[in-house]
């Protein structure tokens, strides 16, 4: 596992218990807020603070969407990592054909020094997205849904675009319990597929995500536009970000062979509609996601013994009775 221990990269190493315990998603350490008012210690203001994102990464997709629907680029600078993780150093920052300039121009080879550099002793995961304070050279936080409502509201007084509301107060109670069943059934979900030790936990893990597909393709029935308005809110954002990765990696590489996206028409309608935005087209790069997932670790010897549910295809269609 690619940790830092006390500050210093480890590339490679057995992870404690603790964060083993974690698995392949890993929670931000860094929790800190944005705010209009500057309340919480680090005020809204243009130019000061900076993403780092993976355009592979479902989780930065999240951040990156509610930045380009809320048009904050000239407010907040993004950096693009290099898709292959799979480095000595993690997460680079390299000057490649498929990175973008790093606009901040930060310094950083790597995302692990920006770590180090917020917190010299920090120990465990470097992981994408980070939102980056420029001014007291720290991460402010690393955990997307968090960053993903920063963004949202707290530029508005200084040229985030207003118009757009991703979290409307009269919505946020159904707002907060759908995101929390689309991370855990879904975002987080696929990667439970992945990483099922044994027959057992890949039939939970499988059952739980064709069950939310399942559930959620029979209610979009009545032809809402979006899932809770006929606006995007943020469960939208959230249930985008791996529903346009499944049919080329989550249900091949992942083993999630049940279904495909387009066998389910509702929910892909749904994923076409948030794509016609233009800003949300904007930001699938599926030049990133196909180079990362398919160069990562999704080694086939741990799954040996794990024998994938038959895809849902009936042959003998015609021949009824
Ligand atoms: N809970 C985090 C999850 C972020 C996450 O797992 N990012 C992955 C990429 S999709 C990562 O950077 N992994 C690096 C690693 O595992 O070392 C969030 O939503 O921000």
Redesign the pocket.
Known sequence: ??LMIQGVWRGDTDPTPELDAQR?????RFRDQITADGRSGFVAERDRYHLYV?P?????H?VTIVHALKRLDSLVGVSVVHPI?NTPD??VLGDTALSTPDRAGNGFACLHEAYRASQVDYTG?????VLWDRKSRRIVN????E?AGMLNRAFDGIGGDAQVDLYPAVLQPQIDALNSRITRSLANGVYAVASARDQAEYDDAIGELFGFLDEWEARLVDDRRFLLSDRPTLPDVLIFTPLVRFDAVYNPLFRAIRKRLVDYPRLAALVRRLHDLPAVASTVRFDHILTHYYDGDWAVARRRGIVPQRPDIDWRTGSKE
Not at 24 to 28: L, P
Not at 56 to 60: E, H, N
Not at 125 to 129: A, E, L, R
């Open positions: 596992m690619k392949m998603i890993h929670a931000g993976s592979a990464c479902p989780f930065s999240r993780w993690g997460w995961k470097v992981i994408v997205p690393n955990e997307s849904l960053i």
